[in-house]
């Protein structure tokens, strides 16, 4: 029996994942996600402010004392987009590890993309692993595109400047603003991921994060989160237009009330709902939400290194 652990320091949220690995596939023994908000205020002042790093604390003790009732083979834990670019980054990772033992690793967003990658085809049954396939994974600070034509070739990844809590922050209520930004970023990013050549018309479009889950939870209807009903749901362009419009509408006090949404998800879901529309309406394409990311990437990763 093999027993792992990941954990995903992310911009918005912290996750934790204890599973056993049989022939790759996951049996979860503990999970806990806690909205850290990290990144918050990061754009304007370079730096992990005071009062993040103590919610980051506060919950990466907890991850450990729940890790402590385990007999780990692995325990991987990696940052991303707020602790690679917060200035004051180094000084949080000493505190962590004095206070937890735990070291972590900061991916560059290569990295992320295809830990995303590893952890989505985990989940992902045989019949619905189709080729060219096209992942999108939106963070609270950055997004990560990574494209593979085949099962055996090399995969294309590139980490876009566009998280879910950055352009909240950025831009607030100014939806149109925030699309117009989101378009001069990613029009450039599909030709360069894609070489300038036109996409295949049986591309398969995959979405993993806290974005693309929240959304399929809420087109779903569901009262309370169920990974096992969001796991490779099926998003059509209509649905997700239907979803952003009624967002939209709502203020983020109304949003956070949503009951299958995780802690503070409302503030920013809009946010990363346009940054997927914008990318589903430029491949014209449905898109099939993964519950599986970067979390089970990194766990897998860490326990195939041992």
Not at 135 to 164: F, H, N
Not at 254 to 275: H, M, P, Q, S, W
């Amino acid at each position: 029996m093999t027993i792992a652990c990941g954990i995903d320091i992310g911009t918005n949220s912290f996750r934790l994942l204890v599973a056993e690995i049989h022939n790759g596939c996951l049996l979860p023994l503990a999970h806990d996600l806690t909205t850290v908000r990290l990144g918050e205020d990061l754009e304007l002042t370079g730096l992990l402010a005071p009062a993040a790093l103590l919610r980051a604390e506060a919950a990466l003790i907890r991850f450990a004392e729940k890790m402590a009732a385990y007999p780990m083979h692995s325990v991987r834990a990696c940052a991303t987009h707020a602790v690679r670019k917060a200035s004051n980054s180094q000084a949080f990772l000493q505190q962590a590890e004095a206070l937890t033992g735990l070291s972590i690793e900061v991916l560059s967003g290569e990295e992320e993309a295809h830990l995303a990658l590893l952890g989505v085809l985990s989940a992902l049954p045989g019949e619905k692993r189709r080729y060219p396939l096209f992942l999108v994974d939106v963070g609270g600070g950055s997004s990560e595109l990574i494209i593979q034509a085949t099962a055996e070739s090399d995969t294309w990844a590139i980490s876009l400047p566009l998280g879910a809590v950055g352009l909240t922050e950025e831009f607030g209520m100014n939806h149109e603003a925030m699309r117009e930004k989101i378009r001069a970023i990613l029009a450039p990013a599909l030709q360069r991921i894609t070489k300038g050549e036109r996409l295949r018309p049986d591309l398969s479009l995959i979405a993993s994060g806290g974005t693309a889950t929240s959304l399929a939870a809420l087109a779903l209807g569901l009262n309370r989160y169920d990974a096992q009903q969001v796991q490779n749901y099926h998003l059509s362009q209509a649905e997700l237009h239907r979803l952003v419009t009624w967002l939209t509408s709502l203020a983020p006090e109304k949003r956070n009330a949503l009951t299958c949404l995780t802690d503070r998800r409302g503030e920013i879901i809009v946010a990363g709902a346009v940054l997927l529309q914008e990318l589903q309406q430029a491949l014209a394409i449905s898109m099939l939400v993964s519950n599986a990311g970067l979390l089970e990437g990194i766990l897998l990763s860490g326990a195939t290194s041992c």
